[in-house]
Each structure stands twice: as structure tokens, then as C-alpha cells.
């Protein structure tokens, strides 16, 4: 089964996105902060990590460079996750060492799975 961990602040889009990829069958995992996505990132090895970018205790490009840096994570999918205006979102998608991101917030369901769909086909 794939999993895709989500590392968001928002509890609101958490449940979104929760309820959005378990309804398509993905195992689900969540993660608040910095600290405990790498812990699950870790621990359970995803096929994908969504990954917002204003996170409360360290930003997305220490998370995204501490993923890079663990050797069983060096090639996993990171899609940046960000309400960031688009130019900003593809300079740190650049910057980052992400594989591309995903606009939120996601008002359109079926448009967040063949986006999420789409970087998992590509991997």
C-alpha cells in the first residue's frame, strides 16, 4: 500500500487531506511539525511526503534538507505543500530539493488526487 505523510500545522487541512487520500485507498500518516515528520519519516518510510512550508518550529527547507540528509529517504518523493504565491513556491521547490509542490488550499478535491496521482506516477 502507498504512504503518504503529510507534515501540515492546520489541523483543518490535515482532516482534508486525511479524509481526500484514505478515501482513495493510501495509507495516511500526519505529522504537526518538523520534529515528528521526521520521526514518521523515518519510522515508516513513505512513497510521498507533503510537506507545508511555514511550519511552527523549524521551516520546510531544514525539514526537506534533514530528509535529504537520512539515506533511506534521499530519493522519496517531497512535494511542497504551500499557500505561497506560485513564482515563490517553484523558487523553493528549486531551492528546497523538492520534487514540485501542490497549491492549498485545496478546494477541489479531485484536482488535489491527480496532482498528488501525478507525482507518484512520475517516481
Not at 19 to 29: C, D, H, I, P
Not at 60 to 74: E, H, I, M, N
Amino acid at each position: 500500500m502507498t504512504t503518504i505523510l503529510l507534515v501540515e500545522d492546520s489541523p483543518d487541512t490535515a482532516e482534508l487531506v486525511r479524509k481526500a487520500l484514505t478515501a482513495r485507498g493510501y495509507n495516511f500518516l500526519h505529522a504537526p511539525d518538523a520534529e515528528s515528520g521526521l520521526r514518521l519519516a523515518r519510522e515508516n518510510q513513505p512513497d510521498l511526503i507533503l510537506l507545508d512550508l511555514g511550519l511552527p518550529d523549524y521551516d520546510g527547507q531544514t525539514l526537506a534538507g534533514w530528509l535529504r540528509d537520512v539515506p533511506a529517504l534521499k530519493d522519496t518523493l517531497i512535494v511542497a505543500f504551500t499557500a505561497w504565491p506560485r513564482e515563490t513556491a517553484r523558487q523553493m521547490v528549486e531551492s528546497y530539493g523538492c520534487n514540485g509542490y501542490i497549491s492549498k488550499p485545496v478546494e477541489k478535491i479531485k484536482e488535489f488526487i491527480a496532482q498528488v496521482e501525478s507525482f507518484l506516477k512520475s517516481a
